[in-house]
């Protein structure tokens, strides 16, 4: 079964600075996506980053950018220049396809503060 | 383009009661997935459906169902509500083809008391 594992449920970082969000998977698939979710206290989800692991390059948009290690199945986020926006729980997320459906696995999230 | 909506955005009911959400798609998309958010088991996924026919069903009681209309919107049922159902839940709609990324609608947060 796949599963996704989110190690650390609360993290703060002060703005400006840097942080790294852990996310490890299991899965026996070989292609596959992954992606990270971003839901303020507003609740909208939003996309944060996705990344396909036939990809070897880490993905990046903007001050996001991946560090995907597929033979470890570790997929972590770093968020560069942090701001007060930020704040947020982060999820990661497997995308499942069977058949034409798909379906996301995520993960327990990451509840990130950031500073001022 | 708007996005995905759901109505209504907040819910009382009572154990024992049904309940009825509603989920309207991006335009031109014509998949439908929902989800469930609790903070005890965090995301889970309920049913996707697309072309008005359920694809896919996640691990929940059969009391959980749902239905799309020709025009891709969709809506799910809870019947003989337990205090357990509160949650949040999520509407997401997708392209069926080529389509790596599910938008997500802000949620529907259902109380049973």
């Known amino acids: 079964a796949q599963t996704v594992t989110q190690s650390q449920p609360e993290m703060s970082v002060q703005e400006a600075e840097t942080v790294t969000l852990s996310c490890t998977y299991d899965?026996?698939?070989?292609?596959?996506?992954l992606f990270w979710y971003k839901q303020p206290p507003s609740r909208q989800m939003i996309l944060v980053i996705r990344q396909e692991a036939y990809k070897q390059q880490n993905a990046t948009e903007n001050r996001f950018s991946v560090n995907f290690q597929k033979a470890a199945k570790s997929f972590s986020l770093k968020i560069s220049d942090s701001q007060l926006g930020d704040t947020a729980m982060y999820f990661c997320a497997f995308r499942i396809s069977q058949g034409g459906s798909e379906k996301l696995v995520f993960g327990k999230g990451t509840k990130l503060t950031v500073n001022p | 383009k708007a996005g995905v909506t759901q109505t209504p955005r907040y819910l009382i009911k009572t154990r024992g009661q049904q309940v009825t959400l509603s989920c309207s798609p991006i335009?031109?998309?014509?998949?439908v997935s929902w989800y469930q958010q609790t903070p005890g088991q965090g995301l889970q996924f309920l049913f996707e459906y697309f072309s008005e026919t359920q694809r896919n069903k996640g691990n929940f009681p059969g009391r959980f169902s749902g239905r799309q209309f020709s025009n891709s919107r969709s809506e799910m049922n809870v019947s003989t509500l337990e205090l357990g159902d509160s949650a949040l839940y999520l509407c997401?709609?997708?392209?069926?083809?080529?389509?790596?990324?599910?938008?997500f609608g802000p949620g529907t947060r259902l109380t049973v008391t």
């Open positions: 335009s031109g998309h014509r998949s």
């Open positions: 899965t026996s698939e070989n292609n596959y996506y």
């Open positions: 997401a709609s997708r392209r069926v083809k080529d389509s790596y990324e599910q938008y």
